[in-house]
């Protein structure tokens, strides 16, 4: 019967071919044929944890994609999602077949842009993620030098903490990270950006303004404002500081470099800012004086990180190139 593939005594319903998968039978192989699409539906039902949410991240109806999922269950002969009332919950098979589709999905992903860059490396879409903490002040510097540089490449740009960042990277999600450096290299390449210096930033009645430049002593027992856990500019505040005494103000986590600004603005304490935060639209803030350290200047380092695997490694140079140029 067409469509129809035989395995001993029993048949199974084809899908249309897109990917093998050896499926043995006793002392026969059968080569059973599933779609990329499938496993993009199941992937999106396990990041979304809901039918509906994942149906319009796939720009397909909710049923179709449910009807979709239903068949591949059905082909694999176990159930990969516990569907419930409000949400979908992946099933022990469903979370290892998830698993195994991310590589598969990754790696399709980058058979069409081996293609592509060897068609025109700086040509196309390279999606390009930020620390929260470096995109808002980093790309009023550099948006236009790069699309000057590289007008036919299209930036899709994303904003995430360190730790989904690398998830992201690793799963194929993004191309390249803008983050702080160094990370753990984890199957991923890393290059030095640039480096940049720390800031201190004070209300414009504190006793430190009347200095030209501070100290690190000079941090010595006052109430420093931080960021949240999970943001490396935290740990690299806490590092500068870390031979002195000072006063982490324990009833306060910012959620945002802004959040610090406004707070010490407002009286509460000191912090440090990257240099770029404190540039161009962030220069002037009422209330608040930004004074430079002593040299050394206590710096972080900015980075480019990427999949050793990935295929736009022209176009991500050409990227990085372009940053380091003209950030600072």
């Known amino acids: 019967m067409d469509g129809m593939l035989p395995t001993g005594g029993s048949t199974l319903q084809s899908i249309d ?4 998968i050896d499926f ?3 002392r026969r192989i ?3 044929d599933i779609k990329l699409k499938d496993l993009r539906y199941l992937i999106a039902v396990a990041d979304t944890g809901h039918f509906g949410k994942a149906a319009e991240r796939c720009f397909v109806s909710q049923p179709t994609l449910s009807a979709q999922l239903k068949k591949l269950e059905d082909y694999l002969g176990v159930p990969l999602v516990e569907r419930q009332p409000r949400n979908a919950l992946l099933t022990p098979a469903g979370a290892e077949i998830v698993a195994r589709a991310r590589r598969i999905v990754e790696a399709s992903n980058e058979v069409v842009e081996i293609a592509r860059a060897h068609r025109d490396p700086l040509a196309g879409r390279l999606r390009v993620a930020f620390l929260p903490t470096i ?3 980093l790309l009023p510097f550099v948006a236009a030098k790069l699309h000057k540089a590289l007008p036919r490449l299209e930036l899709m740009l994303y904003e995430y903490q360190t730790a989904p960042m690398l998830e992201k990277l690793h799963a194929g999600e993004i ?4 983050l702080a450096l160094p990370v753990e290299p984890d199957g991923l390449e890393s290059r030095r950006l640039y480096d940049e210096p720390f800031m201190v930033a004070m209300p ?3 006793a430190l303004t009347a200095k030209k430049s501070i100290k690190v ?4 027992d006052v109430t420093l404002l931080l960021l949240e856990d999970g943001h490396c500019l935290r740990d690299q505040a806490l590092d500068v500081c870390g031979r002195i005494s000072v006063n982490e103000k324990q009833d306060f986590r910012a959620t945002s470099i802004e959040t610090l600004r406004q707070m ?3 009286g509460s304490g000191l912090t440090l800012l990257p240099e770029l935060a404190t540039r161009g639209a962030y220069a002037h803030v009422r209330g608040l004086i930004v004074k430079p350290f002593v040299k050394p200047t206590p710096t972080r380092t900015i980075g480019a990180i990427w999949r050793k695997s990935s295929a736009r490694t022209v176009a991500i140079a050409a990227v990085g190139k372009v940053i380091a140029e003209h950030a600072l």
Request: charged content about 20%; cysteine-free.
């Open 17 to 20: 071919a897109m990917i093998s």
């Open 24 to 26: 043995v039978n006793r």
């Open 264 to 266: 010490v603005a407002a």
């Open 135 to 137: 995109g808002p002040y």
């Open 30 to 32: 059968v080569m059973a």
């Open 217 to 220: 002593d000079d941090l010595a």
């Open 175 to 178: 191309d390249m990270g803008v």
């Open 204 to 206: 414009d009645q504190h």
